[in-house]
């Protein structure tokens, strides 16, 4: 099976812009989480999303959203872009089952470096 | 916040069993214990994941106390690509939702 991936890898952005970063899960993976990793707060967990609902989310800004499309490739959007929103953006995909859940391991993307300036 | 605790760093000897300690004193009755690691640059890999029963698998071993207050992750012969930081988590469930809080983890090195 392949694994996660995620477009771009790498990406440089002005501050007052936008960015969409895209994640193509694990085939058959419904659960798709987006993490922040920095080196001041480390990894943080962002949102999951899960067909096409977003499940739970983390403390971040509303300038962080998110979406799910139905084949669950989902992707992320950062609105006016600040320094501090350069970091490494993973995404992580698990099988996942509504109710009843006991447990499920998360795979991870290579993750995509973005770079405010 | 993270309900784990772990040393912020280790040292192994390649070919020696590596044993990472972690404390979860508050971990509840339907939590899991997961271990991932990251190795530079990369995403973090699933390593393990226990509830009560110690586990097993081609990575590693997961020795879970029986009060459920800590554990220890065993890499049984480490090699130099062990070397990496090392994530125990106890899982945070909601609405059945597998929301991952890390903690900053212990930074393994193995020595040759």
């Known amino acids: 099976k392949a694994g996660v991936t995620q477009t771009p890898r790498y990406l440089i952005k002005t501050r007052g812009q936008q960015v969409t970063l895209s994640c193509s899960p694990i085939s058959g993976h419904r659960s798709v989480s987006w993490y922040q990793q920095t080196p001041g707060q480390g990894l943080q967990f962002l949102f999951e999303?899960?067909?096409?609902?977003?499940?739970n989310k983390g403390n971040f800004p509303g300038r962080f959203s998110g979406r799910q499309f139905s084949n669950s490739r989902s992707e992320m959007n950062v609105s006016t872009l600040e320094l501090g929103d350069s970091a490494l953006y993973l995404c992580a995909s698990s099988y996942s089952v509504w109710a009843g859940v006991s447990s499920y391991e998360q795979y991870f993307g290579p993750g995509t470096r973005l770079t405010v300036t | 916040d993270a309900k784990t605790t772990q040393p912020p760093s280790m040292d192994c000897a390649e070919g020696r069993a590596a044993n990472l300690p972690c404390n979860h004193s508050t971990i509840s009755g339907n939590e899991y214990v997961y271990w991932y690691r990251q190795i530079h640059s990369q995403g973090p890999q699933y390593i393990i994941h226990?509830?009560?029963n110690n586990e097993t698998n081609e990575m590693a071993s997961l020795i879970i106390t029986e009060d459920r207050k800590s554990s220890t992750l065993i890499l049984p012969h480490a090699t130099l690509r062990d070397t990496a930081v090392y994530y125990c988590i106890v899982s945070d469930t909601q609405g059945g939702s597998e929301k991952l809080v890390f903690g900053k983890g212990t930074k393994l090195t193995v020595n040759p």
């Open positions: 999303y899960f067909s096409e609902t977003q499940r």
């Open positions: 226990g509830l009560k």
